[in-house]
């Protein structure tokens, strides 16, 4: 089968510009003509074979990163966007937002950014939050909101990092036990480590050098907590570079990220990328043989599974998710084609709801997207108790999946049809962009299609989808 063509106009100019090189220097480094060099930027031709080896061997490119994942994903959130009452008539065709997704990025990014604004000032007047009229109450992306759209459009891959954390544990012990290896380090850096009833799951006095953890924490947030200290005593220089790359709008986003960043990279050493990737593919991606193989929670591997995107040696694309019981999403990341709403819950016709009522059971399911895409989801519930009586239990549900062609590479799609249509239940991103007329959980109308309502007759919903 003939692979398709590859347009990368933009992200083909992008990497001119860093180069710092002229169109008609960098076409004769890559051994094409000028005007063929324009067409291609102008995605007017696709990039070539040739154009990509020449990428890759003369100048280091990594050429994955003009694939189409970042497309798909600015398409996904144009169309979500687009579904909003404001645009009033007939959303763009597919075509016109791939158009517009592959050959004008930085526009699209920069629509987003202006609903985000239009939506951040309407919830404020709807809401009459007394912040507004302030000079500071500025229609900007909250700092939470821009720090998780900078990991969703990375892929969930912070190369710089992972490398660092992988090498940071080249010794750690093979069977999992590191929290000794791990102290060891810290103590090697004049670090003295306490733990404590009643203190926060970590406190650093930088002055004592003192590292604080709470004793009521499971031995696997422990560690990770420790290996986030880690991070950031002795790999900051990398985070800040990273976050100068993001360029983040405010104070708040940055160090949010910062503290994700030093997240990132203690799950990366709690698990390094070779030796994690091997072992998932040894144990089919068995998550409690992965947890003991590692000394990691449930949820720690789950993640980690999302974040498998090294160029080179690249795991299961998978998504992950966690909600709460309120059904809000807490966590996203998606290596797949699956995306999740940015505003509200998630589908509830989805198992990572009806974890809630079998916690500590895994559920399966087979479900298929209003696009037709067939997915593979695993769904479990989480407590993370108080550690004392009285104390209040946090409980979410996390959901790991993958396009159902990578199902057979999991232990938990055994013995499933994966061959039979109806067996895939149907699901959505969130009620108000999903236009299937006959669901019976459906929350609201959808905002794009028009509704008939016959005074007469009443089904499951006092309307009709048209």
Not at 265 to 289: K, S, T, V
Not at 315 to 326: H, S
């Amino acid at each position: 089968m003939a692979q398709p063509k590859l347009y990368a106009g933009p992200k083909l100019r992008e990497t001119r510009t860093a180069l710092g090189l002229t169109q008609k220097a960098f076409a004769a480094k890559l051994g094409v003509s000028l005007p063929y060099l324009n067409q291609m930027e102008n995605n007017n031709r696709p990039v070539s074979s040739t154009v990509l080896l020449a990428l890759a061997q003369d100048f280091g490119v990594d050429i994955a990163s003009f694939g189409s994942g970042a497309t798909e994903r600015l398409v996904s959130d144009l169309s979500e966007v687009l579904a909003d009452p404001v645009f009033d008539g007939d959303s763009p065709p597919a075509a016109d937002l791939r158009l517009a997704a592959a050959n004008a990025p930085g526009l699209a990014h920069a629509f987003l950014a202006l609903h985000r604004a239009y939506r951040g000032t309407h919830e404020r007047l709807a809401s009459l939050d007394e912040a507004l009229g302030h000079a500071d109450a500025q229609a900007l992306p909250s700092p939470w909101e821009e720090v998780r759209d900078f990991f969703h459009y990375c892929d969930n891959y912070i190369d710089a990092v992972d490398r660092a954390a992988e090498h940071a544990a080249r010794d750690w012990p093979g069977d999992g036990q590191i929290a000794g290896a791990v102290q060891a380090r810290l103590d090697g850096l004049g670090v003295t480590l306490r733990l404590a009833d009643g203190a926060p799951l970590r406190h650093y006095e930088a002055d004592s050098r003192i590292l604080t953890l709470s004793a009521q924490s499971s031995a696997e947030t422990q560690v990770f907590q420790m290996l986030l200290q880690l991070a950031m005593l002795t790999h900051g220089a990398l985070l800040d570079a990273t976050l100068d790359l993001a360029r983040f709008r405010s104070d708040e986003a940055r160090a949010i990220a910062r503290i994700g960043l030093a997240n990132y990279f203690a799950g990366a050493a709690l698990m390094p990328y070779g030796r994690f990737l091997e072992a998932a593919g040894a144990e089919r991606h068995d998550l409690e043989r992965l947890a003991r193989g590692f000394g990691a929670s449930i949820e720690q591997v789950a993640h980690r599974l999302s974040t498998l995107q090294r160029p080179e040696a690249r795991g299961v694309p998978f998504f992950f998710v966690r909600v709460d019981q309120a059904g809000t999403i807490t966590k996203r990341h998606s290596a797949t084609r699956l995306q999740f709403a940015r505003f509200g819950g998630a589908c509830p016709l989805w198992n990572v709801h009806r974890a809630f009522e079998t916690p500590g059971r895994f559920l399966r399911q087979l479900a298929e997207t209003p696009d037709g895409v067939r997915y593979f989801s695993l769904a479990r519930e989480i407590s993370k108790p108080g550690g004392s009586f009285g104390a209040p239990t946090r409980r979410f549900a996390i959901a790991l999946g993958c396009e159902v062609a990578h199902a057979g590479a999991l232990v938990y799609a055994d013995g499933m049809d994966l061959g039979r249509a109806d067996a895939f239940e149907p699901i959505g991103i969130s009620c108000r962009i999903c236009d299937r007329a006959g669901c019976h959980q459906r929350s609201v109308p959808p905002l794009e299609r028009r509704l008939r309502v016959d005074p007469d007759t009443r089904d499951i919903l006092p309307y009709e989808v048209g």
